[in-house]
C-alpha cells in the first residue's frame, strides 16, 4: 500500500483506503472514488496536478489529496 503521490504514470491501481476528514472523504466518494475502485494515473504530479483516469472520465487533484490516499498496484 502506498500513498497516490507515489504512483506512476501509466500504472493502474486500486483505492484501499482514504484518511481525512468527512468533508474530503465525502467529496471523493461523490467523484467515485473510494475503497475498491480502479483507477489509471495519467499524470503523476511532476508537472502540476495528478490526473487520474475512471472509466471515461478524468479528474485533476493535488499533490495534498494524493497523499490521503493509499492505493495498491494492479498487475
Do not use: C, N, Q, W
Not at 507515489?6 to 483506503?17: D, F, H, L, N, S
Request: proline fraction near 4%; avoid cysteine.
Amino acid at each position: 500500500m502506498i500513498p497516490l503521490s507515489m504512483a506512476i504514470r501509466g500504472e493502474k491501481v486500486r483505492i484501499i483506503r482514504i484518511s481525512g476528514g468527512r468533508g474530503f472523504v465525502r467529496r471523493l466518494t461523490e467523484m467515485g472514488l473510494y475503497h475498491g475502485v480502479e483507477i489509471e494515473i495519467i499524470s503523476d504530479g511532476h508537472a502540476g496536478p495528478f490526473i487520474i483516469g475512471l472509466g471515461g472520465l478524468r479528474f485533476g487533484i493535488g499533490f495534498g489529496m494524493a497523499k490521503k490516499i493509499f492505493v495498491e498496484p494492479l498487475g
